[in-house]
């Protein structure tokens, strides 16, 4: 400002009337030269200071501005104010335009690093094998998924091509292999790979180390490849150092209509990516699903604990089917996640559901039993009022008719002591021997999966001598232990109205999920009127066992009972068959049937004193303990009871199998 | 040439700041109006009560709350009052016959309403409709307290208070939250750094100072000055809660740390106990409060819940406090008819009262009536074999609530100086064996009692 002046070139407008303005009033004070002199320096300061603070409170207003425009909604700019913190502003000044990439692929290391940050790296022994692939926006550079493919093993290929195809075009991918990534990547896959341009990926060898960036749909902008020699060693390792021209945010984004929904869906779509349509742009899937309601909701203030870890995929599926079920209340659903995991969190939000987070406690199947104490213990605080709790895991399909189903046997958890639970799962309920979706069991075994709890009988029994920490005790195996359980049962329905989807678990892996749950039958029906749901009640379900025992037909018990024709080929019949079963515990010979019926054979479910009911070719088939049963009194004194006898030792089934 | 060059600077400087201020008039303008929720506070005399502000600000409220499904009663302590004063007439009131703005046009800063969090459905839109009525409002969230006494437990934040206000006037949304113990909650408002401080007058509300709980009321709907409001449907009760409502949280964090320390009983012995005690102290809450009377978690069932946020195991007993003034000489038979056999009685009305009730399983429910003096208050404890009279003496103090085991129940507020008049300052470190007459730090020897009186002062069953 000290050395500002006038330029010569621009004659100032209106100068010379502002002039004659101020001559007439010079001239009043010519006479008094100092004091003229004085007001001269004077108005001069004035004016200059007038100048600088005013130049300073425009700059002022203008920063104001700018930035309230940058916040779309000023008013909620707490939010906001989360939001923005996840989008790193790269290096201060300004949006960098370019982020520098290095993706390392080894046989006992890969690595990814971002303008310096390292968002992946994996070392660890055992772990981690197979392509690693990681999706970068390609506006912000921010991680937007993270995932690795065993492509060792079956399937996971399958799983690949699955993720990569819902990855939305325009964003950078990222792969690179730990270890051993060719053995079963099959041509679906690798024709994928080579649709996204690259080059050693579809030629991708036994051992062979690999890095690419590239953009889906568009240019590679990296590929490094090393051969493995021979069968015994590995490629070398690689190093692929590249740079990734970021795009505009304009781009990066798709333009859906203003709605709460749709900021909900804004929010998450610029943060996550391998969820499929519901970030497309052009026709997204809806996030809100309004089912019918229920008429008669006895479940409707009943609040669900959704128990989730780390697998936001499984929590997004489980939560778009739970939505969807008939009598549901959103504002009722609690998803507790082990862990400060984020996107899990960001699926939450997406369905505008509440989330808690839980520090882990302990290890393994510990850390998951304390998990459920503390939610279990929350949700009975945050909903006093609540006499019940709906418990579900994050890996479960909900049937449509899972609230119906439970609003209609609710009442019976209030009515009779004698029962633990209500649990949609029925552990023998397969394809091949669940039938009647109007029909209900009680068993003495809690099959967990989808359940409802009695708030009394958490808070006055288990909660209190809930496993603590230090024990490695898997909470539901705990729950039907004999002192916890106390001869009380569970009601389940015949066709399950929970489905177990998940193949990654604590206990679980693909082959144990193929063999136990794949084939598990899931009710699909809307509004199942359940039948007679009274005789579930304790001294009423004796009755009706009595009445259907009297009226099965014995079958012919010197067949072989794991001949597919031991139960005729009739429809809608009663067959009973008599078992050996010596004493309460003795499950020798059921266990045999079960591994020939091709059920849960791992331990004993689904018996109620000594009975088992299923379903065999469309007719009910009972099955009695003798003489251990109180049912055995129904056997005809002519039949033998059947015995199978144990295949010789060679013990190899996984021990306590999981239900979590 | 120096004096025109220094005319044209002359003139050129006042061109250029007559142009600046034109630019900060402007400027000035948008800056105010992308503000304006601060205008509240400084526009003065906003001629309160003369064109009904109040009550058009309500009525559009309620237009909001009824169209939403907010589900918000009204609390405000001015209307209500003048409501219980006018009930009857209210009651009577055919709709529509407003003649005259009676209550909701009353002079006063705020409208306070509650707001019952467990039943509202859609919490999400319904910010952005009221800023699309005109409302300006704030919103006050925190963390739940309901998830404090879970390890590691940390959920979305809650919302504790709602302030919105139009053409002056705002209105007050208290939200409510259940708890465990059939409460209503709600929690205490403070301004985090990036609130507007100028918003309004903060200091003037009347709810939000502390936390608070309330018993859940059941609600009936009036109509007052040609609005449909819900009101408790006991106001008077409602207000009587008010002034006694502060809550204090059970101190979840230090109680853990207890726990690390000396860790949990988890003994079948030290379950049991603790679920016999949790059940009489139950019990013991619902009689008394059937009777109206007030009392307080004492000596070691106060330092359980302060200390641990439970019962301590080895205690053996309930301890209760009653002012003596609440006294009731119905309390003996109340709590006989409730299945609690009277154990023993020691002093009288007038001095040193003290009963004992007999629960199951050997658990002892102790009452001891608190005397006050002018600069401290005390309780009189009696030895039954020798006649010998004990003082126990206390700051003053006051009643807040709490939630302990799943109930409502009131503690002193000044809590720490009552467990330390009790304990000392090693009330932290567990003692097992513990003598009344000795141990704790405030007893006095208070004489012995006249042998002619112990027929009436100590009387054992």
Sequence with gaps: MDDWKPSPLIKPFGARKKRSWYLTWKYKLTNQRALRRFCQTGAVLFLLVTVIVNIKLILDTRRAISEANEDPEPEKDYDEALGRLESPRRRGSGPRRVLDVEVYSSRSKVYVAVDGTTVLEDEAREQGRGIHVIVLNQATGHVMAKRVFDTYSPHEDEAMVLFLNMVAPGRVLICTVKDEGSFHLKDTAKALLRSLGSQAGPALGWRDTWAFVGRKGGPVLGEKHSKSPALSSWGDPVLLKTDVPLSSAEEAECHWADTELNRRRHRFCSKVEGYGSVCSCKDPTPIEFSPDPLPDNKVFNVPVAVIAGNRPNYLYRMLRSLLSAQGVSPQMITVFIDGYYEEPMDVVALFGLRGIQHTPISIKNARVSQHYKASLTATFNLFPEAKFAVVLEEDLDIAVDFFSFLSQSIHLLEEDDSLYCISAWNDQGYEHTAEDPALLYRVETMPGLGWVLRKSLYKEELEPKWPTPEKLWDWDMWMRMPEQRRGRECIIPDISRSYHFGIVGLNMNGYFHEAYFKKHKFNTVPGVQLRNVDSLKKEAYEVEVHRLLSEAEVLDHSKNPCEDSFLPDTEGHTYVAFIRMEKDDDFTSWTQLAKCLHIWDLDVRGNHRGLWRLFRKRNHFLVVGVPASPYSMKKPPSITPIFLEPPPKEEGAPGAAEQT | ?461
């Design chain 2, 1 to 461: 040439m120096s004096r025109i060059n220094k005319n044209v600077i002359l003139a050129l400087l006042t061109l250029t700041s007559s142009a600046f201020l034109l630019f900060q008039l402007y400027y000035y303008k948008h800056y105010l109006s992308a503000k304006n929720g601060a205008g509240l506070s400084k526009s003065k005399g906003s001629r309160i009560g003369f064109d009904g502000t109040q009550w058009r600000t309500v009525k559009k409220f309620i237009m909001l709350t009824s169209s939403q499904n907010v589900p918000v009663f009204l609390i405000d302590p001015l209307i209500l009052e003048l409501i219980n004063k006018n009930f009857e007439q209210v009651k009577n009131a055919s709709h529509g016959s407003a003649s005259e703005c009676k209550f909701f046009c009353v002079p006063r800063d705020f409208t306070a309403f509650a707001l019952q969090y467990h039943l509202w459905k859609n919490e999400e839109g319904w910010f952005r409709i009221a800023e699309n009525m005109g409302f300006q409002c704030l919103k006050i969230e925190s963390k739940d307290p309901r998830l404090d006494g879970i390890d590691s437990l940390s959920g979305t934040e809650i919302p504790l208070h709602y302030i919105c206000t139009l053409a002056s006037h705002a209105v007050h949304l208290v939200v409510f939250h259940e708890r465990s113990g059939n409460y209503l909650w709600h929690g205490h408002l403070r301004l985090k750094g990036h609130i507007d401080r100028k918003f309004v007058p903060f200091r003037k509300l009347q709810f939000g100072r502390y936390p608070g709980a309330f018993d859940r009321p059941e609600l009936q709907q009036i109509t007052i000055d040609g609005l449909e409001v819900l009101i408790p449907k006991d106001p008077m009760h409602f207000l009587e809660e008010i002034p006694h409502s502060r809550f204090i949280e059970c101190r979840y964090k230090e109680a853990r740390a207890f726990f690390q320390q000396y860790l949990d009983d988890n003994t079948v012995e030290a379950m049991a106990f603790r679920k016999n005690a949790k059940e009489l102290l139950q019990l013991a809450a619902k009689t008394l409060k059937k009777l109206g009377v007030r009392f307080w978690l004492s000596s070691g069932t106060c330092l359980g819940w302060y200390r641990q946020c439970g019962i301590i195991p080895y205690s053996k007993d309930v301890d209760l406090g009653i002012f003596i003034q609440d006294y009731k000489s119905d309390i003996i038979s109340a709590f006989q008819d409730a299945g609690l056999p009277l154990k023993h009685k020691f002093g009288k009305v007038e001095d040193s009262l003290e009963l004992s009730f007999q629960g199951k399983d050997d658990v002892k429910l102790d009452i001891f009536f608190f005397y006050e003096e002018t600069d401290h208050m005390w309780n009189g404890g009696t030895q039954a074999k020798t006649g010998k009279k004990f003082k126990y003496l206390f700051p003053k103090f006051t009643l807040c609530w709490t939630e302990f085991v799943d109930m409502k129940v009131r503690v002193p507020c000044e809590t720490i100086e009552y467990i330390e008049a009790n304990y000392g300052k090693t009330w932290k470190v567990p003692v097992r064996t513990w003598d009344w007459k000795r141990s704790p730090h405030n007893v006095q020897p208070n004489g012995v009692w006249p042998v002619s009186e112990w027929d009436e002062v100590i009387q054992l069953y």
